[in-house]
């Protein structure tokens, strides 16, 4: 090959690339500024056989993982006495919280630290309702009606074998951390899962996005509990037994993807497979993880189940 055709050749590779980081911001732009779903009615006229699947898979994919975002907003926001923030978001659904805890004031934390992350990850998932809600446009679902109550109690029972009875993730912050323990992951692997799913690459980016800080947010929170596995949580057990416990009860209706603090090499605050993936999980374990129950169509913290077509 001459000089002047490697030039030419060098030419066209860098346009080339240049076109497709092009089309690629300007499928970002349209995402932000015209929503989801005047997006993906603007590529369906123009990519032909493919647009309809790519709207369908697209939209029902997103809306799923709204879904999760109502759940852990509302977990968090109910924290930090900010719930009726959410409430104003998707309909007039009930959101159930514990009998003793004051939507407005949320809990009292007595660790400062604990208080912060709280209120940090309170903000990011509020971010992630919105920004996923406007984005689909009218095709958002709606908020389903959420259990931050009795399904807590019914997990406590089904991790420890019915030792632990009651629990209340708002009663101190040892115990919100466990709550938000079997949350964080669920997060992760789930939009992990999604990934193949999504066909447009600026939702992908925006999926990815949101997955990092859902990571971000697991980490923390298994660092905090690690620091803490020889404390006794409760029913006798330390906090490393508590969240093994969990992480198992995960595992068994969630496709076995799981991992408690530790394991065989030592600590765990990036749960992975052996090499140093993010488990993903499908549509279908994640349901059995929130439903509390695998195979069911509604239940756990979802009492009347998911809204939308992935339910």
């Given at each position: 090959?001459?000089?002047q055709n490697?030039s030419a050749?060098a030419?066209t590779?860098t346009?080339?690339t240049?076109e497709?980081?092009l089309?690629r911001?300007?499928?970002?732009?349209l995402?932000?500024?015209?929503?989801?779903?005047a997006?993906?009615g603007?590529a369906a006229?123009g990519?032909g056989?493919l647009a309809?699947p790519?709207?369908?898979i697209?939209?029902?994919?997103?809306?799923f993982?709204?879904?999760?975002?109502?759940?852990?907003?509302a977990?968090?926001?109910a924290a930090v006495g900010?719930v009726?923030?959410l409430?104003?978001?998707?309909g007039?659904a009930?959101i159930?919280?514990?009998?003793?805890?004051?939507?407005?004031r949320?809990m009292?934390f007595?660790?400062?630290n604990?208080?912060?992350?709280?209120?940090?990850?309170?903000e990011d998932?509020?971010?992630?309702?919105k920004f996923?809600y406007g984005?689909?446009?009218?095709?958002?679902?709606?908020?389903p009606?959420?259990?931050?109550?009795?399904?807590f109690d019914?997990a406590g029972?089904?991790a420890s074998?019915?030792?632990i009875v009651g629990f209340?993730p708002y009663?101190?912050?040892l115990f919100?951390?466990?709550g938000?323990?079997i949350?964080?992951?669920?997060?992760v692997t789930?939009?992990?899962g999604?990934?193949?799913?999504?066909?447009?690459?600026?939702?992908?980016q925006?999926?990815?996005?949101?997955?990092?800080?859902e990571a971000?947010?697991?980490?923390?929170v298994?660092g905090?509990l690690?620091?803490q596995r020889q404390v006794?949580?409760?029913a006798?057990?330390?906090v490393?037994?508590v969240?093994?416990?969990i992480s198992?009860?995960?595992?068994k209706?969630?496709?076995g993807?799981?991992?408690g603090?530790s394991?065989?090499?030592?600590?765990?605050?990036a749960?992975?497979d052996?090499?140093?993936?993010?488990?993903?999980?499908t549509?279908?374990?994640?349901?059995?993880?929130?439903?509390?129950?695998?195979?069911?169509?509604?239940?756990?913290?979802?009492p009347n189940?998911?809204n939308g077509?992935?339910?």
């Amino acid at each position: 090959m001459t000089d002047q055709n490697r030039s030419a050749t060098a030419e066209t590779l860098t346009d080339a690339t240049t076109e497709a980081a092009l089309n690629r911001r300007a499928a970002l732009g349209l995402l932000g500024k015209v929503g989801l779903g005047a997006a993906l009615g603007t590529a369906a006229l123009g990519s032909g056989a493919l647009a309809a699947p790519a709207k369908n898979i697209d939209g029902d994919v997103l809306n799923f993982a709204l879904n999760l975002e109502y759940l852990e907003a509302a977990f968090y926001l109910a924290a930090v006495g900010r719930v009726d923030e959410l409430r104003a978001i998707g309909g007039g659904a009930e959101i159930r919280l514990p009998a003793n805890l004051d939507r407005t004031r949320g809990m009292q934390f007595k660790n400062s630290n604990v208080e912060a992350l709280a209120r940090d990850i309170a903000e990011d998932e509020l971010a992630h309702v919105k920004f996923l809600y406007g984005a689909l446009g009218k095709a958002a679902a709606p908020r389903p009606v959420l259990d931050l109550s009795g399904a807590f109690d019914a997990a406590g029972r089904a991790a420890s074998g019915g030792k632990i009875v009651g629990f209340n993730p708002y009663a101190n912050d040892l115990f919100f951390l466990h709550g938000a323990f079997i949350f964080e992951d669920v997060g992760v692997t789930a939009y992990n899962g999604a990934a193949t799913l999504i066909t447009n690459p600026a939702y992908l980016q925006a999926a990815a996005g949101i997955l990092a800080v859902e990571a971000y947010h697991g980490g923390v929170v298994r660092g905090m509990l690690y620091e803490q596995r020889q404390v006794t949580a409760a029913a006798g057990l330390y906090v490393g037994q508590v969240i093994d416990a969990i992480s198992a009860l995960r595992g068994k209706v969630g496709g076995g993807k799981d991992v408690g603090l530790s394991d065989s090499r030592g600590a765990v605050f990036a749960p992975a497979d052996r090499n140093a993936v993010a488990y993903p999980r499908t549509t279908r374990e994640v349901l059995n993880i929130v439903y509390l129950a695998p195979g069911a169509s509604k239940g756990g913290f979802y009492p009347n189940g998911l809204n939308g077509t992935i339910k």
